[in-house]
């Protein structure tokens, strides 16, 4: 939408072009454009002007301001009446285009239209309709200057844009200054930082060397150490069964007969070497299962029938009326597993919570969960602080201050029976409280 114009004129000589070039400036700068833009404008209006001419006919220039969208524009239009090539005169005048926003070469009812556009900056003043009078009365008494004066004010704004210009190219040759310094410190840092890194993956890789050497090691000592139990626990076996049988030959009826000393000391003998029976018979289970020589039968284990061996197995150990042993009957019927090993864990298990419970209840449970199904053995008995709940399953360690109501053990049954879990496909936790009792947690796929 465009308002009343601001002013027009008639271009019928070549002087005309220096006219339309002054009212141009002239009216540029009276709405608000800044001074680049003033130049731009009466450059582009005196070369459409000069184009128009050329053709021989006389052309009408109008001054109004566009109401285009948001921002209102400054918009120059040159009207001749005849008819001509609009192709050829878009084309002579693309280059015009580039100094405004817009620019558009039409024919028009009576003859051809070429007119430009120019937005107003969001600093230029309120165009109001008194202001817009203000204009159009300043434009009606301007004077124009001649074509020498005319000629002075482009040799000025040229000089201008020429300082301008070499300001620009003055400042870009110092950026380029600035950006080749950082170029030579980013590079620099970029060479500090890749030998950093290259040394950095040198240390990297000889630790790896390092750890694959000391991985080999350790693979070394464990089997050293494997082969080490395996053997001295079978070298060990055959004399403690032979001192266990000898001492129940001596405390036999059908023998000598023995002082009440000497029988004491017989069965103190018995005892001994019974207990350092069940070591060695620890020791030789372990060496297997750290070898990795315990390779799992699988099958259908019926649960019913192995907790009643359990309980049957287990009823004499739990020989303190203080202690309430319980094995419920399993909330599932069976599991794939190697009956064996389950049983040599849950034995364990149950066998630990009997020696360190001296009153209240062990109890064995078995239901699903998930896909899983969990074994629970749980006991009222000295419990184990929550930072030693790994470390009892680390091979002899007791934990400090426990004491066992029913025999002394090894520190081996744990890490036996989590080896045995991990062989079954499960894991092996506990949770326990002191002074509160323990419960271990072993889970099997179903």
Not at 249 to 272: A, H
Not at 290 to 318: C, H, N, S, Y
Not at 416 to 427: D, N, S
Request: hydrophobic share 40%; charged share 25%.
């Amino acid at each position: 939408m465009s308002a009343a114009p601001l002013l027009r004129m008639r271009l019928r000589v070549e002087q005309d072009v220096f006219v339309v070039r002054q009212l141009a400036r002239e009216v540029a700068r009276a709405v608000g454009l800044e001074q680049q833009d003033q130049t731009r404008i009466a450059t582009g209006l005196s070369e459409v002007s000069r184009v128009v001419l050329a053709e021989g006919t006389d052309a009408d220039v109008t001054f109004t301001v566009w109401e285009n969208g948001v921002k209102p524009a400054l918009r120059l239009t040159v009207e001749r009446a005849a008819t001509g090539d609009v192709e050829r005169l878009r084309g002579e005048l693309a280059h015009v285009g580039r100094l405004v926003d817009r620019m558009e070469v039409e024919q028009g009812e009576t003859g051809t239209v070429v007119w430009m556009a120019r937005r107003l900056p969001a600093s230029a003043p309120r165009l109001t309709p008194e202001r817009m009078d203000d204009i159009r009365a300043g434009l009606a008494r301007h004077v124009p200057g001649s074509p020498l004066d005319e000629l002075n004010v482009q040799n000025q704004q040229l000089i201008a844009a020429l300082d301008e210009v070499r300001a620009q190219r003055d400042e870009l040759a110092r950026l380029n200054a600035e950006l080749e310094e950082t170029n030579r410190g980013v590079m620099a840092l970029y060479n500090q930082l890749t030998e950093e890194l290259e040394e950095t993956n040198r240390g990297v890789v000889a630790l790896y060397a390092e750890l694959d050497e000391k991985s080999e090691q350790l693979a070394a000592a464990s089997e050293a150490k494997s082969r080490f139990l395996a053997n001295v626990s079978h070298e060990l076996r055959a004399p403690v069964t032979a001192v266990i049988g000898l001492g129940r030959l001596l405390g036999d009826g059908s023998s000598d007969p023995l002082t009440t000393e000497q029988r004491r000391q017989v069965e103190l003998i018995g005892s001994s070497a019974s207990d350092l029976l069940a070591l060695v018979n620890d020791l030789l289970d372990l060496a297997k299962a750290e070898a990795g020589r315990i390779e799992p039968q699988w099958e259908q284990v019926d649960l019913k029938a192995m907790f009643g061996q359990l309980r049957g197995t287990l009823r004499p150990l739990a020989t303190r009326p203080e202690v309430d042993f319980r094995v419920d009957e399993p909330a599932v019927a069976s599991i794939r597993s190697d009956e064996v090993l389950l049983a040599r864990v849950l034995r364990n298990l149950l066998t630990n919570a009997l020696k360190f419970t001296a009153a209240g209840e062990v109890r064995l449970v078995a239901r699903a969960v998930d896909d899983d199904i969990e074994f629970t053995v749980a006991d009222t008995g000295t419990g184990i602080p929550p930072e030693l709940h790994e470390r009892i399953f680390e091979e002899f360690y007791q934990v400090p201050g426990s004491k066992s109501l029913n025999g002394k053990g090894t520190g081996l049954g744990l890490p036996y029976a989590r080896r045995l879990a991990g062989i079954l496909g499960g894991v092996l936790r506990v949770d326990s409280t002191p002074g509160e009792g323990s419960t271990f947690t072993l889970r099997l796929p179903s």
